[in-house]
């Protein structure tokens, strides 16, 4: 997966820790080679993650990672036939993201601007990571590995290194510029250490920092905010891409910001607007 396919350590990670279950769930049901297991072996595994409520995302997720493990081992001839060619995936489930509303993501940044006023440095850095979020629907992981010479303070652009490898150019707007400009000026250099290297966001000790601070950082905001859905900053992420359409941009657009390798990903967000679009109306038109 990461010399052939070039997929992410995240993915890496998470794809090996679904074959470690799907193994150790079969060593439990007295399978002790990979020559035994079976279709039936591949849908237990799955049933028992649903009786055990798994989302059907993770389902989903599990299912693709044990089709692509059996598949690996029949072309290294470790089993005589691949057991998951007739393993279906659970289909998703239809839920929509949670999305902020434009008067939260106004108090919201109110509230990391007037943090950020008191000159504290991961107050600074806090409010310049979440302005970059937001104004450029980078994923947290993305956001994470950015480097200092990855932002154009000209052009107002950050270079990204999205999923697979691939690299993409996304721009972002004065309130974000602004913001990474104050974190360089007056919050960088006193969490700077000679390990530092070029990482744009350092975490308090001056390392790089990790996805899971950002994560965090955003779970203490939407907790501020009190009414809302939102708990991971990946809801930053769905309420760019919603208000970019909100706003008028073509999907096509939007799904070159949020580096979509297909726009059927990017399509569910306008769900979330039409949704949002017949709220209004049934709230607001006298025969609704």
Do not use: C
């Amino acid at each position: 997966m990461t010399a052939e396919r070039a997929r992410s350590v995240h993915t890496v990670r998470a794809y090996t820790a679904d074959v470690a279950d799907l193994l150790s769930f079969a060593v439990n049901l007295g399978i002790r080679s990979l020559d035994g297991l079976s279709l039936a072996t591949l849908r237990a595994w799955l049933g028992a993650m649903s009786s055990a409520g798994q989302a059907r995302s993770t389902m989903a997720r599990r299912a693709a990672a044990a089709r692509t493990f059996t598949a690996w081992a029949l072309r290294e001839e470790l089993i005589p036939e691949d057991p998951a060619l007739r393993l279906r995936s659970p289909k998703r489930g239809k839920t929509l993201p949670a999305v902020l509303q434009q008067p939260q993501m106004a108090t919201l940044f109110e509230n990391l601007a007037a943090a950020a006023a008191e000159g504290e440095p991961v107050a600074v850095r806090d409010r310049a990571m979440v302005e970059l979020l937001y104004a450029t629907g980078i994923r947290v992981s993305e956001l994470a590995g950015l480097d200092l010479e990855d932002v154009d303070h000209e052009r107002r652009t950050v270079r990204v290194l999205g999923k697979g490898n691939k690299e993409r150019t996304v721009p972002f707007g004065l309130p974000a510029a602004t913001a990474v400009d104050d974190w360089l000026r007056r919050g960088r250099g006193r969490l700077a250490v000679e390990s530092s290297g070029a990482a744009l966001f350092l975490g308090r000790r001056g390392h790089r920092v990790d996805p899971r601070q950002v994560r965090a950082v955003a779970a203490e905001l939407f907790a501020q905010l009190g009414d809302t859905a939102a708990t991971s900053p990946h809801a930053l992420r769905h309420s760019t891409a919603t208000h970019l359409l909100d706003g008028g941009a073509d999907l096509r657009s939007v799904q070159e910001i949020l580096g979509h390798s297909s726009l059927a990903t990017t399509q569910i967000y306008t769900h979330v607007s039409v949704d949002r679009l017949r709220r209004s109306y049934e709230q607001a038109h006298p025969r609704a």
